[in-house]
């Protein structure tokens, strides 16, 4: 069985579960937005429905899915000692890449999903 903490390690997933937040939506509209091919996306949504993180109505001939948000009060209890440990320590809201890295940017309109978004990549020093 796979755990909470498993499918939400995937970006596109997380980033599915951010769009049907804020509404539910068919498949159709997440295909849109994240810019990847139906089926995959479908697989995508598969994943979530089976952890229990979503579930869709049946509207004509479309599937539209919304949050189930019951399995992420697991993952909100794991976190509860975690932020006391943030708020107890101002410095760890600082904590960023090292000053030798920049940011990789994915790119979402050419069906790369939210990938590369946290990443980082070294940058070499400036030549003398």
């Not at 995937?10 to 849109?32: F, M, S």
């Not at 089976?50 to 899915?65: I, K, S």
């Not at 101002?90 to 050419?110: A, L, N």
Request: aromatic share 6%; glycine share 8%; charged share 30%.
């Amino acid at each position: 069985m796979v755990t909470t903490f498993e499918v939400l390690a995937e970006p596109t997933r997380r980033r599915i579960l951010d769009l049907l937040r804020a509404q539910e939506r068919p498949v159709g509209d997440l295909v849109d937005a994240i810019g990847m091919s139906q089926p995959a996306v479908s697989k995508h949504l598969r994943v979530l429905r089976q952890a229990g993180l979503v579930e869709f109505r049946t509207d004509a001939q479309r599937r539209v899915y919304r949050v189930r948000p019951e399995p992420l009060l697991d993952v909100d209890g794991w976190l509860a000692p975690y932020r006391e440990l943030w708020a107890t320590r101002p410095e760890v809201s600082t904590i960023g890449p090292p000053p030798e890295c920049e940011r990789v940017h994915g790119s979402p309109d050419k069906g790369h999903g939210d990938r590369g978004v946290n990443r980082f990549r070294a940058v070499p020093p400036p030549r003398a």
